[in-house]
């Protein structure tokens, strides 16, 4: 026969037994909740990422706070491009992936602007020889102190590569084009005339009944050097250096047994660096042979 204590003893410890796995099983769920709630309806807090990054860098001794803040950074910046490209694609604009190269490299480099057509006109300034540089410094310096730059744009000395012989060797060098002369780009009124006619050394504009006529398309584009796109655009384009001596040209023999003559040039001969010049013997005109080194210009 069973002792009615004893087995109410064991039911009591059964139910304690139960309820402590109850209350477990209740504190396990809330941690669960507690760490869902952390988390988020999407993934971790902000919270949560930065205490474990700042656990991270700490473990490793901050060395590489630098190289952590470099990911994020990188991670920011292709989340705001993919952004960008979205943003572009629904207003059917081009991304950049879209671009073709090869493309826009047959396509060449851009058109070279003529000088005639930047702003402004062209005119021809006369100065007094020799002071052409100074001239234009003078120009320069009046047009920053007067506050012309928006009408007073451009001054150029044209140059030329002549071929000059010097004790018998052939010397290409650069020459002004037109001695005593400027091409000024502006866009001319009462005060651009004013400011450049009375810049010292300035003598006048070269036109008609003192009027200032413009420069054609033809004689800017000859007379002022333009890059060449095709080959290097800080590369002028190369063109045949002009020789010192023209046909026709009036010299002045300098040495030999026709010393002090004077004569046309009738013949040139660049490759042997001789001519040959009519001078006035005894009243006829005889073409007489000579070297470059023995002439001189008139």
């Not at 309806?41 to 700490?58: F, K, R, W, Y």
């Not at 009738?266 to 660096?273: K, P, S, T």
């Amino acid at each position: 026969m069973s002792d009615p204590t004893t087995d109410d003893t064991a039911t009591d410890d059964t139910a304690t037994d139960d309820t402590a796995t109850d209350d477990t099983a209740t504190d396990d769920t809330a941690t669960d909740e507690t760490a869902a709630a952390a988390e988020g309806p999407s993934g971790p807090s902000p919270e949560v990422i930065a205490n474990a990054l700042a656990g991270e860098v700490a473990a490793r001794g901050g060395a590489e706070l630098e190289e952590v803040r470099e990911v994020l950074a990188e991670e920011a910046a292709a989340e705001a491009l993919d952004e960008s490209r979205d943003a572009a694609e629904a207003i059917g604009a081009t991304t950049p992936d879209a671009v073709d190269v090869e493309e826009l490299l047959e396509e060449g480099p851009p058109p070279v602007i003529s000088p005639y057509d930047r702003p402004g006109k062209w005119y021809v300034l006369h100065t007094q020889s020799g002071y052409e540089n100074k001239v234009r410094q003078n120009i320069e310096a009046r047009t920053k102190s007067m506050g012309m730059e928006g009408k007073i744009h451009e001054i150029v000395i044209p140059m030329e590569e002549v071929t000059e012989f010097k004790q018998g060797k052939k010397v290409v060098a650069n020459k002004k084009m037109f001695p005593g002369y400027l091409l000024i780009r502006c866009s001319l009124d009462d005060d651009s005339w004013y400011v450049i006619r009375n810049t010292p050394g300035v003598t006048g504009f070269v036109g008609a009944a003192n009027k200032p006529s413009p420069l054609k398309r033809k004689d800017v584009e000859s007379f002022i050097v333009v890059p060449d796109a095709a080959t290097d655009d800080a590369a002028p384009k190369r063109v045949r250096p002009r020789l010192e001596w023209e046909m026709g040209e009036s010299v002045r023999v300098k040495e030999g047994p026709f010393a002090d003559f004077s004569g046309e040039i009738v013949e040139i001969n660049e490759d042997h660096m001789k001519m040959k010049v009519l001078v006035n013997i005894f009243g006829r005109e005889t073409p007489v042979e000579l070297e470059f080194s023995q002439v001189a210009k008139l």
